[in-house]
């Protein structure tokens, strides 16, 4: 009999539990990137953003401007064949003026270099039936650096309960 009812009161537990939602409130956090990140660089900084503007809670200072901001960065190098490289960077927390960490919520924005396939294809396949073994050497040609230049701005946003 006990379990019965245990196994009642913990389906109604589940289904209340579900019904439920916490409210939270969504400030908008402005992000600036200060330092160049592209992807030739081999030690990208997940430290080279802050936030643009005082972030303000319940009247009060939250984040003060010019706070750091920890990104998460990715990238992929630039290949043979004109195959062009890619950046992409996705705010991950900031730390408000108390030194508390808070976690930012937006979208991860990629930055991909201009593509040269076609012209290396294209010179590859010409000079190197013309110019036989050094022709090939076209083939070679790499894609274009990406980069996320200093002044790019983002958004994310800050969740409070």
Same mark, same amino acid.
């Given at each position: ?10 389906? $109604? ?7 439920? +939602?916490?409210?939270?409130?969504? %400030? ?7 330092? &160049? ?7 990208? /900084? #997940?430290?080279? +953003?802050?936030? #643009?503007? &005082?972030? !303000?809670?319940?009247?009060? %200072? ?15 190098? @630039? ?13 991950? #927390?900031?730390?408000?003026? !108390? =030194?508390?960490?808070?976690? /930012?919520? =937006? &979208?991860?924005? *990629? ?5 040269? @396939? ?5 010179? =590859?396949?010409?000079? =190197?039936?013309? *110019?036989?073994?050094?022709?090939? $050497? ?6 274009? @650096? ?11 946003? /800050? !969740?409070?309960?």
């Amino acid at each position: 009999m006990k379990t019965i009812a245990n196994r009642l009161l913990f389906a $109604l537990f589940l289904l209340f539990g579900c019904f439920t +939602a916490v409210a939270q409130q969504t %400030i908008p956090v402005g992000i600036i990137v200060v330092r &160049d990140i592209n992807s030739d660089d081999p030690y990208l /900084l #997940s430290h080279s +953003a802050v936030v #643009s503007s &005082d972030v !303000y809670y319940n009247g009060n %200072i939250l984040i003060a401007a010019g706070t750091t901001v920890n990104m998460e960065i990715h990238y992929q190098k @630039r290949h043979g064949l004109g195959v062009p490289a890619t950046v992409s960077a996705k705010p991950v #927390s900031t730390t408000d003026i !108390y =030194g508390q960490v808070w976690p /930012l919520v =937006g &979208d991860e924005r *990629t930055i991909t270099g201009q593509n040269r @396939r076609n012209a290396a294809i294209g010179c =590859g396949v010409f000079f =190197g039936i013309v *110019t036989f073994p050094v022709g090939l $050497l076209f083939l070679c040609i790499k894609g274009k @650096r990406a980069e996320f230049a200093a002044g790019t701005q983002m958004i994310a946003n /800050l !969740y409070i309960n």
